[in-house]
């Protein structure tokens, strides 16, 4: 299989529309149909239904849409870790989601910064879920990621801090008064509906909470009042005065791991986790 092939149909796979998924692509419905079916062909099997009413995956076409989706991802990688060490063997990028674990972070790159022969770390702040995927497609070489949040198979990891979560309201709410407060405390407030954030793949649970972006899009619907949110307590960190955070008292809590490709055999890498034990 090519992976121009392999691009071609997970695009069409995603979009479920040959005009869409050629027009994302830059390139014309006719070869790109004909590049699916010769894929199909190599295959010998049929990776989408066609009819009147549109494009569906097959089985064998949702199969194929995961290990593309891997195979992909590994290609980019490949091309982006090569790019990076004729740059400089001793340079990382390290991707964290905005607004989490900020003193942890710090801590951690003073510490490093101390090492002799230290390497250079760009930090990359990321959207929720984004370092897996940073990870797998070369983007990042190590990543602060959430146990139970997060999906970290195909990654080494080393745990660095376990935390309660706690509610994060409006200073003014009459709860935010209350010396600690449980899930279902925060999970019918009429005039404080929880907010909402994508998951894995981007889409959102059913709730009356706002559909939420980023941190900053968070922190202004609290401010305001339109909006509470469950997050770990080191989030203090980033908090307005117009903010409480209260803690919750039957949340899980969260532990913050520090995580690497399971293949990585760079030394910068290497050094850094050891940093990471050491702190």
């Known amino acids: 299989m090519e992976t121009r092939e392999l691009r071609y149909f997970v695009t069409v796979a995603e979009e479920l529309h040959f005009s869409r998924a050629a027009e994302r692509l830059g390139i014309a419905q006719p070869p790109l149909s004909r590049a699916i079916q010769q894929l199909e062909r190599r295959l010998g ?50 991707a964290t989601k905005a607004g989490a674990n900020h003193e942890l972070l710090r801590r951690l790159l003073d510490a490093h910064g101390a090492e002799p022969d230290a390497a250079e770390i760009e930090v990359v702040l990321c959207g929720m879920g ?24 195909g990654f080494d990891t080393e745990e660095l801090l376990t935390e309660q979560q706690v509610a994060i309201l409006p200073a003014e709410h009459p709860l935010a008064a209350r010396s600690s407060l449980t899930l279902a405390d925060i999970a ?38 339109h909006a509470s949110a469950v997050l770990c307590a080191s989030s203090r960190s980033w908090l307005w005065s117009a903010h409480a955070a209260v ?21 910068a890498v290497a050094r850094l986790v050891k940093t990471a034990v050491d702190l």
Do not use: K
Request: glycine share 6%.
């Open 188 to 225: 019918d407030v009429p005039d404080l509906p929880v907010a909402r954030w994508p998951s894995q793949d981007g889409t959102y649970e059913p709730g009356r909470g706002p559909e939420i972006h980023d941190l900053s899009q968070l922190a202004q619907l609290i401010a305001l009042g």
């Open 45 to 94: 099997v049929t990776l989408l239904d066609r009819d009147r009413r549109g494009v569906a995956l097959t089985d064998a076409g949702r199969v194929l849409l995961d290990e593309a989706r891997v195979l992909l991802d590994s290609a980019a990688a490949a091309a982006r870790r090569t790019q990076r060490a004729a740059a400089g063997p001793n340079r990382l990028t390290l």
């Open 130 to 153: 984004d370092q897996a995927r940073m990870l797998r497609d070369g983007r990042a070489d190590v990543a602060f990621m959430q146990r139970p949040f997060d999906a970290l198979a």
């Open 247 to 267: 803690p919750l008292t039957d949340a899980p809590h969260v532990t913050t791991v520090l995580a690497w490709p399971a293949h990585s055999r760079s030394q």
